[in-house]
T-cell receptor, first 112, second 113 residues
Framework: AQSVTQPDIHITVSEGASLELRCNYS??????LFWYVQSPGQGLQLLLKYFSGDTLVQGIKGFEAEFKRSQSSFNLRKPSVHWSDAAEYFC??????????FGTGTSLTVIP | KAGVTQTPRYLIKTRGQQVTLSCSPISGHRSVSWYQQTPGQGLQFLFEYFSETQRNKGNFPGRFSGRQFSNSRSEMNVSTLELGDSALYLC????????????FGSGTRLTVV
């Protein structure tokens, strides 16, 4: 069965520091992987997606993610965090039947 | 290109009442999915509609229902509201069969009192 695990419920980083949010998935075939961000009271915004090819994908707002098949991971990174990046981040996997499975989310706090 | 539109944004209902939420997908998107989001349970899949047919269904009681119209607009209905139904209800549209990911609406915040 497909599943997504985000091991970190909450992360705090200083503004300007680097960020890595972890995501592990369980899926039998090559997965379609996504990262979404949610600001309080808002819907989810797509940050980036991986289908195939280059395992390092670039997204919006300076985010990138790397797909590692051997580790079943799709970690999200940003070299320098801005205060406006404070939000909830969700990793998701899509199967060929157009079903999506979301992780439980990682809440990011940015301190000045 | 307009995004996914959900109405209303906020709703307060009394326990035992029923409620209908509306979702207009991105033009050309024929798949609409609904999610319930609560602090304790996270994002939980309700159902997916494609071409006016429910294609997938999550593990929710029969009080939760939905439908999709020929223009791909979707509604979801919750009958006999319970306090635990208070949540952010998110609608998302996508290209079925294409790994483009969901595009989400801003959600409807339902509060049951």
């Amino acid at each position: 069965a497909q599943s997504v695990t985000q091991p970190d419920i909450h992360i705090t980083v200083s503004e300007g520091a680097s960020l890595e949010l972890r995501c592990n998935y369980s899926y039998g075939a090559t997965p379609y992987l996504f990262w979404y961000v949610q600001s309080p009271g808002q819907g989810l915004q797509l940050l980036l997606k991986y289908f195939s090819g280059d395992t390092l994908v670039q997204g919006i707002k300076g985010f990138e993610a790397e797909f590692k098949r051997s580790q079943s991971s799709f970690n999200l990174r940003k070299p320098s965090v801005h205060w406006s990046d404070a939000a909830e981040y969700f990793c998701a996997v899509q199967n060929t039947g157009n079903q999506f499975y979301f992780g439980t989310g990682t809440s990011l706090t940015v301190i000045p | 290109k307009a995004g996914v539109t959900q109405t209303p944004r906020y709703l307060i209902k009394t326990r035992g009442q029923q409620v209908t939420l509306s979702c207009s997908p991105i033009s050309g998107h024929r798949s609409v999915s609904w999610y319930q989001q609560t602090p304790g349970q996270g994002l939980q899949f309700l159902f997916e509609y494609f071409s006016e047919t429910q294609r997938n269904k999550g593990n929710f009681p029969g009080r939760f229902s939905g439908r999709q119209f020929s223009n791909s607009r979707s509604e979801m209905n919750v009958s006999t509201l319970e306090l635990g139904d208070s949540a952010l209800y998110l609608c998302a549209s996508s290209h079925p069969g294409q790994p483009y990911g969901y595009t989400f609406g801003s959600g409807t915040r339902l509060t049951v009192v």
